[in-house]
């Protein structure tokens, strides 16, 4: 009869530490959770000052503002890229003019070579005749 009761209060006691355990995981885990929600909205808390002083600092000091690693091309840049488009617009319509003049010689030589062509056909007419 000893025995037994014995062997009833080891087995609650396993029981229990197992229980204890789980419950401080379980602390430990909620603990580490509530820092990190709370690191992270520090840190949030501190990005969005950094972002507002710096906003107030370009409005304020009429600078390009920089935005990251790609940040946006820089005003001589822009003015580049116009000239250069610029300059292709202009060799495209060079080169539209020049189609243009082409076509027209091309018209005027096969009109030319079609005059040639009845002046032949009708001085041929005339000497069969005579």
Known sequence: ???????????????????VLQIC???GVCFWLIYQVKHSHDKKREFDDKD??????AHSDDEILKLGRKDLPQVQEA???EKH???????VEEEEKEVRKQEERDAVEDQEE?????????????????
């Open 25 to 27: 995981l379980l602390l």
């Open 79 to 81: 003015a580049k890229n």
């Open 114 to 130: 079609a005059n040639k062509h009845e002046e032949e056909e009708h001085d041929d007419g005339e000497n069969k005749r005579g």
């Open 52 to 57: 507002a002083k710096v906003s107030v600092k």
């Open 1 to 19: 009869m000893i025995k037994r009761a014995l062997s009833r209060n080891h087995r609650s006691k396993g029981i229990k530490v197992k229980h």
């Open 85 to 91: 488009e610029d300059e292709e617009e202009d060799a």
